[in-house]
């Protein structure tokens, strides 16, 4: 029976999507569930799954074309097998490196050519000794193995570029003394982040306060409960959880900090969904917290903890980054001391943490060394007056400041 393989439906807020990586080829034979196809959207991949056993017969969106929302992508027989022994070996010859005749997924020999790698340096870790992305990926991380001396080539080689994992990352080096260039494409989910963040700032009336927080006493219940805490939850206690449950406290005093801008009007929001930026290779993603006032700190960090691992796979789903009422940004993670985060629309306002460090604070008229934060609130000032953003910031302090705060809702 002949199957259509359809794009997954999207929802309203994604128009259309990309084909990435087309994982088998015409006459490959497919298990039930195994991965076809990947659809790269401005918000998260899609992965496209066989229903049943069968043969990959025809391709029709190629890697690289735009697709829509349930757009047929290629022809699938169920229950068929693989093409006559003239077809299957050519599909086979696609998928091997005929030099070294090393079995290699199309993924993974389309990035071993983009960075230049041979398929015999790779350890395979596939069935059969195939070479999977991952491996290449893998081989791209480990540090590399000092050359031994050889004789010097008659004509020094082209110079070539390396890039670590996907092209469309950015992670892309050179070799020292290299004047060589190489242009790649942006992704769909950098593309939309650009037009984003340029929105944002054209269209609103985006300002920022600063304030910091001292974080002793959060560093000191951290110290003191983390055994503990760990031991009674399965996971650990960080900063994140304290700073969404501070928020989250803030936000219910200041609704217009809760709030978002839909055309002319103003939408007030009587539930608190948190929004956490998590950096991937592929760019920013923001999956929300739902209804974080329910929430304990042990559920806020097993969440966060989720979110950041699905992230980096891939995984998470649109429905997942849809919606919030608030963001925060931790730029500290990567050694930021100060920065001033854009508004995340139509929400209005973000706040932005950064690096805690030691630094010389005047208490009782002493001098005492404290590991201090910066913390900034972007805000919309068409909805959000300056004594609110202040104040919600200040509100925010206290409650680090006072851990025991957040328990007594004062």
């Known amino acids: 029976m002949t199957i259509e393989i359809k794009t997954p439906t999207f929802p309203e807020s994604v128009a259309?999507?990309?084909?990435?990586?087309?994982?088998?080829?015409?006459?490959?034979?497919?298990?039930?569930?195994?991965?076809?196809?990947?659809?790269?959207?401005?918000?998260?991949?899609?992965?496209?799954?066989?229903?049943?056993?069968?043969?990959?017969?025809?391709?029709?969106?190629?890697?690289?074309?735009?697709?829509?929302?349930?757009?047929?992508?290629?022809?699938?027989?169920?229950?068929?097998?693989?093409?006559?022994?003239?077809?299957?070996?050519?599909?086979?010859?696609?998928?091997?490196?005929?030099v070294e005749g090393i079995i290699m997924s199309p993924a993974a020999r389309k990035m071993a050519e983009e960075n230049g790698i041979s398929a015999s340096d790779v350890v395979a870790t596939g069935k059969d000794g195939r070479v999977?992305?991952?491996?290449?990926?893998?081989?791209?991380?480990?540090?590399?193995?000092?050359?031994?001396?050889?004789?010097?080539?008659?004509?020094?080689?082209?110079?070539?570029?390396?890039?670590?994992?996907?092209?469309?990352?950015?992670?892309i080096s050179f070799d020292a003394g290299d004047r060589i260039e190489k242009r790649v494409p942006m992704t769909r989910l950098r593309s939309t982040i650009a037009k984003r963040l340029v929105s944002a700032q054209q269209n609103a009336a985006m300002l920022t306060t600063y304030n910091e927080v001292n974080m002793k006493p959060i560093m000191e219940?951290?110290?003191?409960?983390?055994?503990?805490?760990?031991?009674?939850?399965?996971?650990?206690?960080?900063?994140?959880?304290?700073?969404?449950?501070?928020?989250?406290?803030?936000?219910?005093?200041?609704?217009?900090?809760?709030?978002?801008?839909?055309?002319?009007?103003?939408?007030?929001?009587?539930?608190?969904?948190?929004?956490?930026a998590v950096s991937t290779e592929r760019g920013l993603v923001v999956p929300i917290l739902r209804d974080t006032d329910d929430m304990g700190l042990a559920e806020v960090e097993s969440t966060i903890g989720d979110f950041g691992a699905r992230a980096r796979d891939g995984?998470?789903?649109?429905?997942?980054?849809?919606?919030?009422?608030?963001?925060?940004?931790?730029?500290?993670?990567?050694?930021?001391l100060l920065s001033t985060p854009i508004l995340n629309p139509p929400q209005t306002a973000i706040m932005g943490m950064h690096k805690i460090q030691d630094r010389p604070m005047a208490v009782d008229g002493e001098v005492v060394i404290l590991p201090m934060m910066y913390l900034a609130l972007s805000y919309d000032h068409r909805m959000i007056d300056g004594k609110e953003a202040v104040q919600f910031l200040v509100a925010i302090k206290d409650m680090l400041e006072d851990p025991a705060r957040l328990l007594l809702d004062i």
């Open 221 to 276: 219940m951290r110290k003191k409960y983390q055994d503990r805490f760990v031991k009674a939850h399965g996971v650990k206690l960080g900063f994140m959880s304290f700073f969404v449950k501070a928020a989250t406290e803030a936000l219910k005093k200041f609704p217009a900090v809760n709030a978002s801008i839909d055309g002319s009007d103003m939408i007030y929001h009587g539930y608190q969904d948190i929004g956490v």
């Open 16 to 98: 259309d999507g990309t084909v990435a990586t087309w994982y088998k080829q015409p006459g490959e034979a497919i298990s039930r569930d195994e991965l076809i196809v990947d659809i790269e959207t401005d918000k998260v991949v899609l992965e496209v799954v066989a229903s049943a056993d069968g043969v990959l017969k025809e391709i029709i969106k190629g890697e690289g074309e735009i697709v829509l929302s349930a757009e047929v992508l290629g022809i699938f027989e169920e229950g068929g097998i693989a093409s006559a022994p003239g077809a299957v070996a050519e599909t086979k010859a696609e998928a091997v490196d005929t």
């Open 315 to 336: 995984k998470l789903g649109i429905d997942e980054m849809q919606g919030g009422t608030f963001t925060i940004s931790n730029g500290g993670t990567f050694g930021s």
């Open 132 to 171: 999977t992305k991952e491996d290449i990926l893998n081989h791209l991380k480990a540090p590399k193995a000092a050359a031994a001396p050889v004789a010097a080539p008659a004509s020094a080689p082209t110079p070539v570029a390396k890039t670590a994992g996907n092209a469309n990352a950015g992670a």
